[in-house]
């Protein structure tokens, strides 16, 4: 009997995840994609870690979106079709769609199925006549968007809020650009959250709270190889650690073994120093002018920038010049 197409599928794509796992650990300096941690506990942890009075970020963004609902709606124009990459919650979506006139509809993009509905239902429930489309996906890979059918819409927009793009190096979101404005086709635009540079001491305490969400939420990555891969991993015998790199200008989260160690994932095994390091993510923080000279090389030119009056958070809305 022939297998289930879908069957095969799933396999591949987890025997692909597995080999790159393993190629990360086997690294001389050990690093995992941010990707893994956002299973469904990692996204509820996720959740969390925005409600922490350390983590600026969420609250500063939703003033602004709010301060400047009037431009949002200049900017993106009547029938736009908001497309999210890496939708989450959507929670600061809902605020960028009810600012708008008459919007076309909504394209959520996301890695979880779960997180996805949940998005669904969210502004489903606030937005009862808006056209939803999900699309299951990862945002860093080339997508199809979903048919439209006879749907009437004049723009397309790309909304990225929250310091994502801070999560890939400046080569890669070069890429990721020049990938969204395909998406976004001619006259698109995008509207992207962007982290300003700011002392060390506001930084690592954003990334490292003092109520530990962030560190179980790093930690989670660990548990989550040991559910789906087959690992073992003793996460007692590692901890969080956050830092800020400034010659890169970027935080840098690490799992740190607590001891010597030998571990175990998907057959090949994997030996750690004590104070070894796996490194998880990164969240590049810009300057106002870099990014958007790093934009404009990608195709972006930037129409408008709002900066917080601590000067600590920018959003910029991007058109596609060329």
């Known amino acids: 009997m022939a297998r289930n197409p879908n069957t095969v599928a799933q396999d591949a794509g987890a025997n692909a995840a597995l080999i790159e796992i ?3 650990l086997g690294k ?4 995992l994609s941010p990707k893994w941690l956002y299973d469904e506990i990692g996204s509820q942890l996720f959740e969390r870690i925005c409600e922490q009075p350390e983590y600026y970020i969420p609250a500063t963004e939703r003033a602004m979106l709010e301060e400047h609902a009037n431009a949002l709606d ?12 890496g939708a989450g919650s959507a929670e600061k979506t809902a605020i960028l769609l009810g600012a708008l006139d008459q919007p ?10 779960t ?13 009862p006549n808006l056209a939803i489309m999900p699309l299951v996906g990862d945002f860093t890979a080339e997508v199809a968007l979903p048919r439209i059918g006879n749907l009437q819409w ?11 793009i801070g999560n890939f190096d400046p080569d890669t979101v070069r890429e990721l650009l020049t990938m969204w404005k395909r998406m976004a086709g001619v006259h698109g635009g995008l509207i992207v959250g962007v982290d300003l540079r700011k002392p060390r001491e506001i930084l690592e305490a954003a990334y490292d709270d003092a109520a530990g969400v962030t560190a179980q939420f790093n930690l989670n990555l660990l548990r989550r190889l040991n559910r789906e891969f087959g690992a073992d991993f003793d996460l007692d015998a590692f901890r969080h650690r956050a830092v800020y790199n400034d010659a890169l200008g970027r935080i840098e989260m690490h799992l740190v073994s607590l001891r010597q160690q030998r571990v175990h994932v998907g057959g090949e095994s994997f030996d750690f120093a004590n104070g070894e390091t796996i490194h998880t993510e990164n969240s590049y ?9 790093l934009a404009l090389s990608a195709g972006w030119g930037r129409r408008d920038l709002w900066i917080d009056a601590q000067s600590r ?7 596609a010049i060329r």
């Not at 004049?154 to 994502?164: A, E, H, K, W």
């Not at 958070?313 to 058109?319: E, N, P």
């Open 22 to 24: 393993q190629a990360g």
């Open 28 to 31: 001389p300096q050990k690093a």
């Open 74 to 85: 200049a900017f993106c124009g009547t029938r736009c079709i908001v497309i999210e990459p």
């Open 104 to 113: 076309a509809a909504y394209v959520p993009i996301e890695i979880s199925p």
């Open 115 to 127: 997180a996805l509905q949940a998005c669904k239902r969210r502004i489903a429930h606030e937005f």
């Open 154 to 164: 004049r723009r397309r927009v790309l909304f990225l809020p929250g310091s994502t």
């Open 285 to 293: 923080k810009y300057r106002p002018g870099d990014f958007a000279e």
């Open 313 to 319: 958070f920018s959003i910029h809305c991007l058109d």
